[in-house]
């Protein structure tokens, strides 16, 4: 079922060219049906990539999803032109009244940084409690991952010496999780991060579950079932060429950095990175999508009325 976007969002015309179905918006509205609301609360630096990563992901489900761009209000971004933040985002305050089947919380480079000295912190924790009364179920990426199980569960995040970059395999945990149905055994993520969280550090906390997990990069997947919480801290939605592009980025900056883990052919910078991981991003969005659409409640005002 294609996705519903803005046609003249920028993520329209590239998801067009790659062959992706695509709803306008005079096509959406003859419909006789209720398009899953999902919400994208998107705090990376490049906004527009990061549109189209989640959208291509959102646009594979077999229902129909709208999607609406979300930004923090107590935060002006320096990487993506004003005029499109005024076209295609609304504030969260703008959104605050809405309810959302889904919303999707991205990361953002700053692991580094103690959660109380992120000056949109507290806007970030108001939009978590939020999330419990006018959403239906959420996920949170990587930052914002190990952001919401620190907001919900106190869970610690550990600092890195060096950062932890490359593409990882991840063993599964809990294979009757409906996050990772039909995912293998092992699979591989990309993984771009200071920190990483341990599975002990999420061991005995309420309602906690550890879906997979590296043995040198801690966890992965995790969720809280009960809440419809899924957290997944590494990138499956990532290009191809997403690793490399920071890599390169780095090296012509001056900043000293290696090269990604298990990502270039023979680690060979100038050889194209194949995606390995594909299938399993495309899978973990359908997945999750599914489950809003077999748990949410068809009337969406009834969201958070239970």
């Known amino acids: ?64 999803v709208e999607l609406s761009l979300v930004r923090l209000g107590t ?47 507290p806007e970030v924790r108001q939009i978590f409690e939020w999330t419990r009364s006018n959403v239906h179920a959420t996920m949170f990426v990587c930052w914002g991952a190990m952001a919401a199980l620190y ?5 610690p995040k550990r600092q890195l010496s060096e950062k932890a970059f490359g593409v990882y395999p991840q063993k599964i945990l809990a294979p009757t999780s409906p996050y990772v149905s039909g995912f293998a055994d092992n699979f591989a993520t990309p993984i771009s991060r200071w920190a990483q969280i341990e599975p002990e550090d999420l061991s005995g906390r309420e309602g906690l579950e550890i879906l997979a997990f590296n043995p040198e990069r801690g966890v992965s997947l995790a969720a809280t079932p009960a809440a419809r919480r899924l957290y997944v801290l590494d990138h499956l939605e990532y290009d191809a060429t997403s690793l490399a592009d920071e890599y390169f980025r780095d090296v012509k900056a001056g900043i000293s950095i290696k090269l990604p883990k298990n990502y270039f052919p023979g680690d060979n910078p100038q050889a194209a990175p194949p995606n390995t991981w594909r299938a399993h991003g495309h899978l973990l969005l359908s997945n999750w999508v599914n489950e809003l659409y077999q748990t949410t409640p068809f009337e969406i005002a009834r969201i958070g009325a239970d």
Request: hydrophobic letters at 40%.
């Open 1 to 64: 079922m294609p996705i519903k976007i803005p046609d003249t969002l920028p993520a329209y015309e590239a998801l067009m060219a790659e062959g992706v179905r695509v709803m306008p918006e005079a096509a959406a509205v003859r419909q006789d049906i209720r398009p899953m609301q999902i919400g994208l609360l998107n705090l990376m630096p490049n906004k527009i990539k990061t549109e189209l990563q989640i959208a291509r992901l959102l646009a594979a489900t077999p229902l129909q």
């Open 75 to 121: 935060h002006t971004p320096k990487n993506t032109p004003e005029d499109h933040m005024m076209t295609f985002y609304s504030t969260w305050e703008e959104v605050y009244s809405r309810k959302f089947d889904g919303f999707i919380v991205t990361g953002t480079p700053l692991e580094t940084v103690p959660y109380e000295d992120v000056r949109s912190w």
């Open 151 to 155: 907001h919900f569960h106190g869970a």
